[in-house]
């Protein structure tokens, strides 16, 4: 049996092509108010993700999330530019930059598509195709602490950035996807206002995090699992200082040497590595 492609391009009010896309292959999540999708441009040769609001007074939250991601590029390419006239070692960076999606393009699709606003996205240094939604990954998997700390680690950092320049990060689960051999981790929604209720990042990614966790048997573990209850039961704690406390814990415990991600099949009830011979999904 063939399987089934339904190719569909999206273009803007002009009716020009912008992207393609399998309709039913490329569709990587859905909520309530925005579809994201694995696209291609139309001559195929680069790859975007594109953002679509469920309906057309999403239009708005799509054109604010353009404007904070273009803030966002530069206010970390400043704070990038900064670090480097200190550290005068062209070999190291920040990247504050490899935690959020870098805007492509805004535009205002065609009426066949809703008039609706859309955000082309890409991931800086990286292949789209390498990254994975972290909540599929929680739902077929556990991962061991070393995993669990690197991941709370980059949502602690791009809270800290955010903070430093002015901005409110709003942790959550369903929009985070990972690149798990480069420690990659971007967070995908910026559509909300920084005028928005208050929201405690730390203790949400802290209890995701726990979730996720399961313990193994090596070393400094139980330390960990009370760190993350911590930080869980913390209250308007600031991602800097998150920050500052996990790193001087992993310095103590284990450095900061690569650790490959590990996790843990629930339906094999084994464990692996991505030096292994097995695949995540």
């Known amino acids: 049996m063939e399987e089934r492609v339904i190719w569909l391009t999206i273009t803007d009010r002009k009716g020009v092509p912008r992207c393609i896309f399998d309709a039913i292959e490329d569709r990587l999540s859905v909520s309530d108010q925005f579809e994201l999708y694995h696209v291609r441009e139309p001559s195929g040769h680069k790859d975007y993700l594109l953002r679509v609001p469920v309906g057309r007074n ?49 535009f205002i699709s065609g009426p066949e598509q809703g008039n609706r606003q859309m955000n082309l996205l890409t991931i800086r240094d990286a292949a789209i195709s390498d990254f994975v939604p972290m909540s599929d990954l929680q739902i077929r998997y556990n ?36 690149e798990p051999k480069a420690h990659r981790m971007v967070h995908l929604d910026w559509s909300y206002s920084d005028e928005v209720y208050h929201w405690d990042s730390v203790n949400r990614a802290a209890f995701s995090m726990s979730y996720w966790l399961r313990l193994n048997g090596t070393p400094y573990e139980e330390h960990f699992r009370d760190l993350l209850t911590y930080f ?12 500052k406390l996990l790193y001087k814990n992993i310095d103590e415990w284990w450095g900061r040497d690569y650790h490959p991600f590990t996790y843990f099949d629930k339906e094999r009830q084994i464990w692996h590595t991505l030096d292994d011979d097995s695949a995540l999904l």
């Open 58 to 106: 999403g239009s708005s939250k799509m054109s604010f999330e353009a404007d904070k991601l273009s803030f966002m590029a530069v206010a970390s390419e400043r704070l990038e530019k900064t670090y480097q006239d200190y550290r005068h070692d062209p070999g190291v960076h920040i990247h504050y930059d490899w935690l959020f999606p870098e805007l492509v393009d805004t």
């Open 143 to 178: 991962i061991d602490a070393k995993t669990c700390a690197w991941i709370l680690g980059r949502f602690f950092k791009l809270q800290a950035f955010l903070e430093h320049v002015g901005g409110i990060f709003i942790f959550r689960a369903d929009q985070v996807i990972l």
């Open 232 to 243: 869980n039961d913390s209250i308007e704690m600031r991602g800097e200082e998150a920050y």
